[in-house]
């Protein structure tokens, strides 16, 4: 048997630009960070022929054409296991749909576990390169590549994705003391809304393929917010990168009507007069987790729990998709 996990994350500075239809004509930039959250793949061979899968569903077929789940699918295809006899179970700590990467994290964590099962090496970018092959390639899916690219490598890393699809990828160079205090004043808070990024990433993907220029100057905008989140986090500013956060969703919540709600508004603000110098909704928007930076984070915290919000308290993740049992 063989047991994987994959960190989920949160988008410090960036979230956006690492569409190819982006990417490809400007080149992208994310900042972003993994999560002591995780979701958890396990790979092993049963004693009679077939593909058994226990997820939220539960499938036994006979090979893989009949798979339902697609991203299983695929990946059993892409190894060339057509007659494969494998079982296969997985489990998360935090459920799809709320911003924080888990199809990536997931997808991640998959190819890990089959690469183990056949006693193969893979290194964090060959790991991102054949999730993202998986969803943006054969399944088409309107996704960016940050979420493979940060469950592989794990910590806080500045992703450069560039128009020849190349990734460059670099930790984010600060100090003990930063770290941990972004590990005290980062704060999430489950919003109650689940959602599909589909629809809000495949109208910016439209909107960017046809060069709109309005799509194209928030991106270009947000872009140089994630390098000035970088210099400010260098240099130890925390107070600044929190307006920052603040001053990037002002730009997010531009980009699609669909981003934000009338309640995300009102908790947002709500937040922001009680102890968060800043924040955003983590993913795509339409929901999942809002993420703040506080300065006063035991206001924050009594303050959003009267407004029935509950908090996930986390701690940053340095060591990416990994193998935990074989």
Known sequence: MIITRSPLRITLGGGGTDLPSYYREYGGFVMAAAIDKYVYVTVMRPFVPG????????EQVDSVDQVQHPIIRETIGMLDSK??????TTLADIPAGTGLGSSGSFTTALLKAF??????ILHPDEL?????EIEMNRLQEPIGKQDQYIAAYGGLTCFYFNPDDTVKALPLKISADTLLDLEDNLVLFFTGFSRSAGDILMDQDLRSKHSEPEMIGNLHYVKELG???????????TGLFGELMHEHWEHKKRRSSAMSNSRIDEWYELGRANGAIGGKLVGAGGGGFLMFYAEDRKKLRQVMRRAGLEEVRFQFDFEGTKVMFE
């Open 51 to 58: 593909i058994f899968l226990k997820y939220s569903k539960l």
């Open 115 to 120: 690469h183990a099962h056949q006693r193969r």
């Open 83 to 88: 007659n494969a006899q494998v079982e296969i």
């Open 227 to 237: 390098f000035r989140s970088q210099k400010a986090l260098e240099a130890g500013d």
């Open 128 to 132: 991102a390169r054949l999730a993202c």
